[in-house]
Protein backbone atom coordinates (compact mmCIF):
# COMPACT_ATOMS: atom_id res chain seq x y z
CA UNK A 1 0.00 0.00 0.00
CA UNK A 2 1.41 3.70 -1.03
CA UNK A 3 2.40 5.92 1.78
CA UNK A 4 0.92 8.52 -0.06
CA UNK A 5 -2.45 7.59 0.56
CA UNK A 6 -3.80 9.83 3.10
CA UNK A 7 -4.84 8.26 6.42
CA UNK A 8 -8.75 8.66 5.00
CA UNK A 9 -7.72 7.02 1.78
CA UNK A 10 -6.17 4.08 3.43
CA UNK A 11 -9.54 3.52 5.69
CA UNK A 12 -10.92 3.69 2.41
CA UNK A 13 -9.15 1.30 0.83
CA UNK A 14 -9.71 -1.09 3.77
CA UNK A 15 -13.52 -1.04 3.64
CA UNK A 16 -13.41 -1.17 0.08
CA UNK A 17 -10.87 -4.93 0.70
CA UNK A 18 -13.58 -6.05 3.70
CA UNK A 19 -16.60 -5.38 1.37
CA UNK A 20 -15.13 -7.32 -1.35
CA UNK A 21 -14.26 -10.14 0.67
CA UNK A 22 -17.41 -10.35 2.97
CA UNK A 23 -18.74 -10.80 -0.79
CA UNK A 24 -16.70 -13.92 -1.69
CA UNK A 25 -19.06 -17.04 -1.94
CA UNK A 26 -17.54 -19.07 0.56
CA UNK A 27 -16.21 -16.24 3.01
CA UNK A 28 -20.48 -16.01 3.26
CA UNK A 29 -20.57 -19.96 3.38
CA UNK A 30 -18.50 -19.00 6.57
CA UNK A 31 -20.31 -16.45 7.92
CA UNK A 32 -23.51 -18.85 8.12
CA UNK A 33 -21.45 -21.32 9.76
CA UNK A 34 -20.78 -19.12 12.23
CA UNK A 35 -24.25 -18.45 12.62
CA UNK A 36 -25.61 -22.07 12.44
CA UNK A 37 -23.15 -23.31 14.70
CA UNK A 38 -24.40 -21.96 18.06
CA UNK A 39 -25.28 -24.52 20.09
CA UNK A 40 -22.10 -26.50 18.81
CA UNK A 41 -20.13 -23.31 20.58
CA UNK A 42 -21.87 -23.35 23.88
CA UNK A 43 -21.19 -27.11 24.05
CA UNK A 44 -17.80 -26.55 23.47
CA UNK A 45 -17.55 -23.55 25.48
CA UNK A 46 -18.90 -25.50 28.40
CA UNK A 47 -16.82 -28.13 28.01
CA UNK A 48 -13.69 -26.18 28.17
CA UNK A 49 -14.89 -23.89 31.24
CA UNK A 50 -15.43 -27.05 33.58
CA UNK A 51 -11.33 -28.30 32.76
CA UNK A 52 -9.48 -26.67 35.74
CA UNK A 53 -6.36 -24.44 34.07
CA UNK A 54 -5.22 -21.99 37.13
CA UNK A 55 -1.93 -19.88 36.41
CA UNK A 56 0.70 -22.70 35.75
CA UNK A 57 -1.43 -25.60 35.32
CA UNK A 58 -3.16 -25.13 31.85
CA UNK A 59 -1.86 -28.35 30.97
CA UNK A 60 -5.67 -30.08 30.42
CA UNK A 61 -7.04 -27.24 28.71
CA UNK A 62 -3.80 -27.11 25.97
CA UNK A 63 -4.43 -31.08 25.57
CA UNK A 64 -8.25 -30.29 24.80
CA UNK A 65 -7.48 -27.95 22.37
CA UNK A 66 -4.56 -29.87 20.74
CA UNK A 67 -7.39 -32.65 20.36
CA UNK A 68 -9.79 -29.96 18.63
CA UNK A 69 -7.01 -28.35 16.23
CA UNK A 70 -6.47 -31.69 15.04
CA UNK A 71 -10.19 -32.48 14.63
CA UNK A 72 -10.27 -29.38 12.30
CA UNK A 73 -7.56 -31.00 10.22
CA UNK A 74 -5.16 -28.06 11.26
CA UNK A 75 -1.37 -28.76 10.20
CA UNK A 76 1.66 -29.27 12.50
CA UNK A 77 -0.45 -29.08 15.84
CA UNK A 78 1.96 -28.81 18.73
CA UNK A 79 2.47 -27.73 21.87
CA UNK A 80 5.44 -25.71 23.25
CA UNK A 81 7.69 -26.63 26.44
CA UNK A 82 5.15 -23.66 28.79
CA UNK A 83 2.34 -25.64 26.78
CA UNK A 84 1.12 -22.89 24.40
CA UNK A 85 -0.90 -24.60 21.89
CA UNK A 86 -0.60 -23.98 17.95
CA UNK A 87 -1.94 -24.97 15.17
CA UNK A 88 -1.10 -23.92 11.52
CA UNK A 89 -3.55 -22.78 8.66
CA UNK A 90 -1.13 -23.25 6.05
CA UNK A 91 -1.78 -21.39 2.94
CA UNK A 92 1.66 -21.61 0.98
CA UNK A 93 5.33 -22.01 2.10
CA UNK A 94 7.14 -18.76 3.33
CA UNK A 95 4.31 -16.37 3.38
CA UNK A 96 4.26 -14.15 5.89
CA UNK A 97 2.29 -15.63 9.34
CA UNK A 98 -1.08 -13.50 11.18
CA UNK A 99 -1.13 -15.33 14.40
CA UNK A 100 -5.15 -15.52 16.24
CA UNK A 101 -4.67 -16.58 19.69
CA UNK A 102 -6.59 -16.81 23.12
CA UNK A 103 -5.44 -17.47 26.58
CA UNK A 104 -6.23 -20.64 27.71
CA UNK A 105 -5.41 -20.09 32.30
CA UNK A 106 -8.05 -18.30 34.44
CA UNK A 107 -7.71 -17.14 37.97
CA UNK A 108 -9.37 -19.92 39.82
CA UNK A 109 -7.56 -21.91 41.80
CA UNK A 110 -6.93 -25.58 41.48
CA UNK A 111 -9.77 -26.79 43.59
CA UNK A 112 -12.47 -24.61 42.78
CA UNK A 113 -15.67 -26.12 41.38
CA UNK A 114 -16.40 -24.93 37.52
CA UNK A 115 -19.21 -26.35 37.17
CA UNK A 116 -21.43 -24.73 34.14
CA UNK A 117 -25.24 -24.33 33.67
CA UNK A 118 -27.37 -22.73 30.77
CA UNK A 119 -30.44 -21.01 31.56
CA UNK A 120 -31.86 -19.47 28.09
CA UNK A 121 -29.32 -17.83 25.98
CA UNK A 122 -27.24 -17.13 29.30
CA UNK A 123 -24.24 -19.58 30.33
CA UNK A 124 -22.70 -19.28 33.75
CA UNK A 125 -19.50 -20.65 35.55
CA UNK A 126 -16.02 -19.04 36.47
CA UNK A 127 -13.92 -18.60 33.84
CA UNK A 128 -17.09 -18.90 31.01
CA UNK A 129 -16.28 -15.74 29.11
CA UNK A 130 -12.41 -14.53 30.73
CA UNK A 131 -11.46 -16.61 28.56
CA UNK A 132 -13.28 -20.06 27.25
CA UNK A 133 -15.21 -17.40 25.13
CA UNK A 134 -12.60 -16.58 24.09
CA UNK A 135 -10.63 -19.51 23.09
CA UNK A 136 -14.24 -20.70 21.57
CA UNK A 137 -13.55 -17.85 19.02
CA UNK A 138 -10.64 -18.81 17.90
CA UNK A 139 -12.10 -22.54 17.10
CA UNK A 140 -15.14 -21.65 15.74
CA UNK A 141 -13.14 -19.10 12.95
CA UNK A 142 -10.51 -22.01 12.64
CA UNK A 143 -13.68 -24.03 11.96
CA UNK A 144 -15.35 -21.75 9.77
CA UNK A 145 -12.20 -21.52 7.66
CA UNK A 146 -11.94 -24.75 6.89
CA UNK A 147 -15.43 -25.76 6.43
CA UNK A 148 -15.89 -23.25 4.29
CA UNK A 149 -12.45 -24.03 1.94
CA UNK A 150 -11.57 -20.42 2.54
CA UNK A 151 -7.88 -20.09 1.14
CA UNK A 152 -5.88 -17.25 2.83
CA UNK A 153 -3.09 -15.77 0.96
CA UNK A 154 -0.78 -16.35 3.64
CA UNK A 155 -0.39 -18.84 6.41
CA UNK A 156 -2.61 -18.46 9.77
CA UNK A 157 -1.10 -19.63 13.61
CA UNK A 158 -4.29 -20.30 15.79
CA UNK A 159 -2.96 -20.22 19.44
CA UNK A 160 -4.19 -21.20 22.98
CA UNK A 161 -1.51 -19.44 25.34
CA UNK A 162 -0.72 -19.60 28.64
CA UNK A 163 0.31 -17.66 31.39
CA UNK A 164 -2.04 -14.46 30.35
CA UNK A 165 -3.47 -13.60 34.29
CA UNK A 166 -2.05 -12.51 37.08
CA UNK A 167 1.06 -13.73 38.31
CA UNK A 168 0.93 -15.46 34.80
CA UNK A 169 2.46 -12.36 34.17
CA UNK A 170 1.89 -12.51 30.11
CA UNK A 171 4.53 -15.62 30.37
CA UNK A 172 3.04 -17.29 27.61
CA UNK A 173 2.77 -14.74 24.77
CA UNK A 174 6.65 -13.55 26.45
CA UNK A 175 7.59 -16.84 25.13
CA UNK A 176 5.79 -16.94 21.57
CA UNK A 177 7.73 -13.70 21.02
CA UNK A 178 10.87 -14.51 21.97
CA UNK A 179 11.37 -17.62 20.45
CA UNK A 180 11.78 -19.18 16.91
CA UNK A 181 10.02 -19.73 14.61
CA UNK A 182 7.74 -17.41 16.18
CA UNK A 183 8.88 -14.33 17.26
CA UNK A 184 10.26 -13.27 13.81
CA UNK A 185 7.26 -15.20 11.83
CA UNK A 186 4.16 -13.36 13.18
CA UNK A 187 3.80 -10.25 11.83
CA UNK A 188 0.26 -9.59 12.87
CA UNK A 189 -1.76 -10.85 16.22
CA UNK A 190 -5.90 -10.46 16.72
CA UNK A 191 -5.98 -11.28 20.38
CA UNK A 192 -9.46 -12.68 21.40
CA UNK A 193 -9.99 -12.15 25.03
CA UNK A 194 -13.85 -11.77 26.77
CA UNK A 195 -16.67 -11.22 25.19
CA UNK A 196 -18.38 -8.50 23.49
CA UNK A 197 -17.68 -6.48 20.28
CA UNK A 198 -17.75 -2.92 21.68
CA UNK A 199 -13.54 -2.10 22.00
CA UNK A 200 -10.21 -3.07 20.39
CA UNK A 201 -6.95 -1.98 22.27
CA UNK A 202 -5.47 0.78 20.74
CA UNK A 203 -3.24 1.06 23.76
CA UNK A 204 -1.10 -1.66 25.55
CA UNK A 205 -1.25 -0.61 29.46
CA UNK A 206 2.09 -1.34 31.59
CA UNK A 207 2.67 -2.58 34.70
CA UNK A 208 5.20 -3.21 37.38
CA UNK A 209 4.66 -4.77 40.49
CA UNK A 210 6.82 -5.23 43.24
CA UNK A 211 7.49 -6.85 46.28
CA UNK A 212 9.06 -4.81 49.24
CA UNK A 213 10.81 -6.27 51.96
CA UNK A 214 12.28 -4.44 55.62
CA UNK A 215 14.41 -6.25 57.59
CA UNK A 216 15.55 -5.64 61.27
CA UNK A 217 16.72 -7.86 63.83
CA UNK A 218 13.84 -7.67 65.54
CA UNK A 219 13.34 -8.49 69.63
CA UNK A 220 11.50 -8.60 72.45
CA UNK A 221 8.80 -5.92 72.64
CA UNK A 222 9.78 -4.51 76.00
CA UNK A 223 13.61 -5.35 76.64
CA UNK A 224 14.39 -4.15 72.80
CA UNK A 225 11.84 -1.69 72.54
CA UNK A 226 13.79 1.31 70.48
CA UNK A 227 14.89 -0.86 67.80
CA UNK A 228 13.98 -0.27 64.45
CA UNK A 229 10.69 -1.95 63.32
CA UNK A 230 10.19 -2.83 59.89
CA UNK A 231 6.18 -2.70 59.70
CA UNK A 232 6.61 0.64 60.86
CA UNK A 233 9.52 1.46 58.24
CA UNK A 234 7.53 -0.36 55.41
CA UNK A 235 4.40 1.72 56.81
CA UNK A 236 6.20 5.10 56.67
CA UNK A 237 7.60 4.20 53.43
CA UNK A 238 4.24 3.67 51.69
CA UNK A 239 2.64 6.23 52.77
CA UNK A 240 5.17 9.07 51.62
CA UNK A 241 4.93 6.83 48.11
CA UNK A 242 1.05 6.33 48.29
CA UNK A 243 0.89 10.73 49.28
CA UNK A 244 2.93 11.61 45.56
CA UNK A 245 0.57 12.70 43.02
CA UNK A 246 0.60 10.94 39.66
CA UNK A 247 -0.74 12.18 36.12
CA UNK A 248 -4.17 11.78 34.87
CA UNK A 249 -2.83 11.92 31.19
CA UNK A 250 -1.21 9.39 30.43
CA UNK A 251 -3.19 7.39 32.99
CA UNK A 252 -1.16 6.44 36.09
CA UNK A 253 -2.17 4.60 39.15
CA UNK A 254 -0.59 2.55 41.82
CA UNK A 255 -2.34 -0.06 44.09
CA UNK A 256 -0.94 -1.32 47.77
CA UNK A 257 -2.43 -4.81 47.56
CA UNK A 258 -0.91 -7.13 49.91
CA UNK A 259 0.89 -6.31 53.66
CA UNK A 260 2.06 -8.79 55.88
CA UNK A 261 4.90 -9.73 58.53
CA UNK A 262 5.32 -9.69 62.37
CA UNK A 263 4.75 -13.01 64.28
CA UNK A 264 3.17 -11.97 67.75
CA UNK A 265 1.84 -8.98 69.31
CA UNK A 266 4.93 -8.78 71.53
CA UNK A 267 7.40 -9.05 69.39
CA UNK A 268 9.43 -6.26 66.95
CA UNK A 269 9.07 -8.02 63.93
CA UNK A 270 11.99 -9.41 61.81
CA UNK A 271 10.35 -8.46 58.51
CA UNK A 272 7.38 -6.51 57.02
CA UNK A 273 6.36 -7.02 53.45
CA UNK A 274 4.13 -5.24 51.01
CA UNK A 275 3.24 -6.35 47.40
CA UNK A 276 2.73 -3.12 45.06
CA UNK A 277 1.27 -2.57 41.75
CA UNK A 278 2.26 0.33 39.43
CA UNK A 279 0.29 1.10 36.24
CA UNK A 280 0.86 3.35 33.63
CA UNK A 281 0.07 3.79 29.73
CA UNK A 282 3.28 5.22 29.39
CA UNK A 283 6.39 3.80 29.80
CA UNK A 284 7.97 6.70 31.19
CA UNK A 285 5.79 7.56 33.70
CA UNK A 286 5.74 3.66 34.73
CA UNK A 287 10.02 4.42 35.34
CA UNK A 288 9.03 7.90 37.36
CA UNK A 289 6.81 6.17 39.82
CA UNK A 290 9.10 3.30 40.06
CA UNK A 291 11.76 5.68 40.45
CA UNK A 292 9.79 7.65 43.36
CA UNK A 293 8.90 4.19 45.05
CA UNK A 294 12.92 3.48 45.19
CA UNK A 295 13.29 6.75 46.87
CA UNK A 296 10.68 6.76 49.63
CA UNK A 297 12.28 3.60 50.47
CA UNK A 298 15.72 5.03 50.66
CA UNK A 299 14.42 8.04 52.41
CA UNK A 300 12.99 6.21 55.27
CA UNK A 301 15.89 3.61 55.50
CA UNK A 302 18.11 6.66 55.68
CA UNK A 303 16.44 8.08 58.67
CA UNK A 304 17.27 4.55 60.67
CA UNK A 305 19.59 5.56 63.22
CA UNK A 306 23.83 5.01 61.90
CA UNK A 307 23.93 2.02 64.55
CA UNK A 308 21.42 -0.25 62.97
CA UNK A 309 21.98 0.22 59.93
CA UNK A 310 25.49 -1.80 60.07
CA UNK A 311 26.06 -5.02 61.19
CA UNK A 312 24.57 -8.79 60.60
CA UNK A 313 21.02 -8.09 61.25
CA UNK A 314 21.32 -4.63 59.84
CA UNK A 315 18.02 -2.81 59.24
CA UNK A 316 18.14 -3.18 55.25
CA UNK A 317 15.26 -3.53 52.76
CA UNK A 318 14.84 -5.19 49.22
CA UNK A 319 12.52 -4.72 46.22
CA UNK A 320 11.78 -7.43 44.22
CA UNK A 321 10.18 -7.75 41.14
CA UNK A 322 6.96 -9.64 40.26
CA UNK A 323 5.76 -8.53 36.86
CA UNK A 324 6.36 -6.13 34.32
CA UNK A 325 4.05 -6.18 31.26
CA UNK A 326 5.65 -3.14 28.68
CA UNK A 327 3.61 0.15 27.95
CA UNK A 328 2.95 0.68 24.26
CA UNK A 329 0.45 1.63 21.43
CA UNK A 330 -0.49 0.78 18.46
CA UNK A 331 -0.10 3.35 15.28
CA UNK A 332 -2.91 5.04 14.03
CA UNK A 333 -2.08 4.33 10.59
CA UNK A 334 -1.60 0.30 11.49
CA UNK A 335 -3.29 -1.80 9.26
CA UNK A 336 -4.96 -4.06 12.05
CA UNK A 337 -6.48 -0.68 12.89
CA UNK A 338 -7.97 0.53 9.78
CA UNK A 339 -8.68 -3.33 8.85
CA UNK A 340 -10.73 -3.16 12.58
CA UNK A 341 -12.66 -0.12 11.75
CA UNK A 342 -13.34 -0.71 8.19
CA UNK A 343 -14.70 -4.53 9.43
CA UNK A 344 -16.59 -2.42 12.43
CA UNK A 345 -18.21 0.22 9.84
CA UNK A 346 -19.40 -2.80 7.44
CA UNK A 347 -20.66 -4.68 10.57
CA UNK A 348 -22.32 -1.76 11.52
CA UNK A 349 -20.57 -2.24 14.81
CA UNK A 350 -19.31 0.90 17.17
CA UNK A 351 -16.31 0.24 18.77
CA UNK A 352 -14.47 2.33 20.85
CA UNK A 353 -10.67 2.41 21.40
CA UNK A 354 -9.17 1.16 24.53
CA UNK A 355 -6.15 0.82 27.11
CA UNK A 356 -5.46 -2.29 28.67
CA UNK A 357 -3.42 -4.25 29.94
CA UNK A 358 -3.52 -7.96 27.85
CA UNK A 359 -1.64 -10.08 25.67
CA UNK A 360 -1.53 -7.86 22.67
CA UNK A 361 1.15 -6.06 25.06
CA UNK A 362 3.85 -8.40 23.88
CA UNK A 363 3.75 -7.87 20.64
CA UNK A 364 2.95 -3.70 20.89
CA UNK A 365 5.97 -3.58 22.69
CA UNK A 366 8.17 -5.40 19.67
CA UNK A 367 6.94 -2.80 17.30
CA UNK A 368 4.41 -5.45 15.70
CA UNK A 369 0.70 -4.99 15.14
CA UNK A 370 -1.97 -6.51 17.48
CA UNK A 371 -4.90 -5.75 19.12
CA UNK A 372 -7.36 -6.94 21.61
CA UNK A 373 -10.71 -7.88 20.56
CA UNK A 374 -13.81 -9.24 22.03
CA UNK A 375 -15.61 -12.74 21.21
CA UNK A 376 -18.80 -11.34 20.71
CA UNK A 377 -22.10 -12.18 22.86
CA UNK A 378 -21.41 -10.41 26.34
CA UNK A 379 -20.65 -10.77 29.58
CA UNK A 380 -20.50 -10.22 32.99
CA UNK A 381 -18.68 -11.17 36.71
CA UNK A 382 -15.35 -11.57 35.19
CA UNK A 383 -12.77 -13.49 38.07
CA UNK A 384 -15.52 -14.26 40.00
CA UNK A 385 -17.80 -17.65 40.81
CA UNK A 386 -20.99 -15.40 39.24
CA UNK A 387 -19.08 -15.25 35.91
CA UNK A 388 -21.66 -15.18 33.01
CA UNK A 389 -21.55 -14.97 29.00
CA UNK A 390 -24.67 -14.37 27.30
CA UNK A 391 -24.63 -15.69 23.65
CA UNK A 392 -27.06 -13.41 21.99
CA UNK A 393 -25.50 -12.23 18.97
CA UNK A 394 -22.18 -14.47 19.36
CA UNK A 395 -22.18 -14.65 15.41
CA UNK A 396 -21.31 -11.24 14.98
CA UNK A 397 -18.41 -11.22 16.99
CA UNK A 398 -17.20 -13.99 15.47
CA UNK A 399 -17.70 -12.64 12.24
CA UNK A 400 -15.69 -9.61 13.14
CA UNK A 401 -12.84 -11.36 13.91
CA UNK A 402 -12.94 -13.85 10.55
CA UNK A 403 -13.53 -10.70 8.27
CA UNK A 404 -10.87 -8.98 10.42
CA UNK A 405 -8.39 -11.43 9.77
CA UNK A 406 -9.03 -12.56 6.50
CA UNK A 407 -8.67 -8.61 5.98
CA UNK A 408 -5.07 -9.41 7.41
CA UNK A 409 -4.41 -12.44 5.28
CA UNK A 410 -5.94 -11.29 2.22
CA UNK A 411 -8.06 -14.47 -0.10
CA UNK A 412 -7.06 -16.33 -2.46
CA UNK A 413 -10.18 -16.69 -5.06
ZN1 LIG B 1 -8.67 -12.64 29.90
Redesign the pocket.
Known sequence: MSNRLSAGDRIASSQTDIARIAEMRNVHTALLYLHNQEMEFRRWQRELTEIPAPPFGEAARGRWLSARFNTLGLADVQSDELGNVFGLFRASDHTPLAGVSA?LDTVFPLGTRLETREEGNRLYGPGIS??AA?VIAVLAVASALRKAQIRPATNIVFIGNVG??GEGNLRGMRHIFSTAPWKDAIQSLLVI??AGTDTHVTQALGSRRFEITFRGPGGHSWSDFGTPNPIVLLARALSRFSDGAVPESPRTTFNIGVVHGGTSVNSIPEAATARVDLRSASMQELHRLEERLRECLNEVWSEVPLSFRAGEARVRFTVEPIGDRPAAELPSDSRILQLIRAVDAHLRIKSIPRLAS?DANVPLALGKEATTIGAGGDGGGAHTMREWFDCTNRDLGLKRILLCLLGLTGVTE
Open positions: HDNGEEDGT
